[in-house]
């Protein structure tokens, strides 16, 4: 219970830092009703778990190629976040609140789940946290406690997500559309941003190597 409790806390810090998914999330839930920005952090929290398994099971082969890859995963998650970030600029009010929330719903989750495995900050946010939790790992205790571990920190983040969309969503009928189009522009804008200096840093990193 204890190793469940710790990995909650693991997971809600991890999803809690604002940045181009919670950006995403804000957005998609002002446009389109909390359900698709709640899907838009479950792509995350499933990410976050994914990584969470690998790291309880100590796969240090697979956590150790995807670090070899760091530049080739920093180009193709910049190159992606700069098209999700160009797709927000463009995007516009859905015709109703309803349609707003079915439409899109599984591309709302798959692209954050795979920006989320192609952040190298992830994978090494989570090399980090089970380095320091690894004396707990050890044996057949340590073989007990994945599970616990992976669901604690998929509901710790998917918690944090719940709660950003349902605040988020809340504003939606207060903002106008002028503000909506202000608010995409500036997200859009932003996570394009963010892509490129992603992209550059990958870059940089090959060059490097």
Known sequence: MLIFMKSMIIGLCIAAPV???GLLCIQRSLMRGWRSGFATGLGAATADAMYGFIGALGITAIITTLIMFKPWLCIFGGLFLAY????TIKSKEPATALSGERAGMMKAYSTT???T???PMTILSFIAIFASMSDGMVGDQGQHSVWPMVTGIFLGSAVWWLGLSGFSSAFKTRISKSK???INYFSGSTIT???AYQVVTGV???AAT
């Open 19 to 21: 940045g181009p998914i």
């Open 84 to 87: 999700i970030g160009y797709q």
């Open 113 to 115: 789940l795979l920006l």
């Open 117 to 119: 495995l192609s952040n």
């Open 180 to 182: 909506l189009k202000l």
């Open 193 to 195: 941003v963010l892509g």
């Open 204 to 206: 940089m990193l090959a």
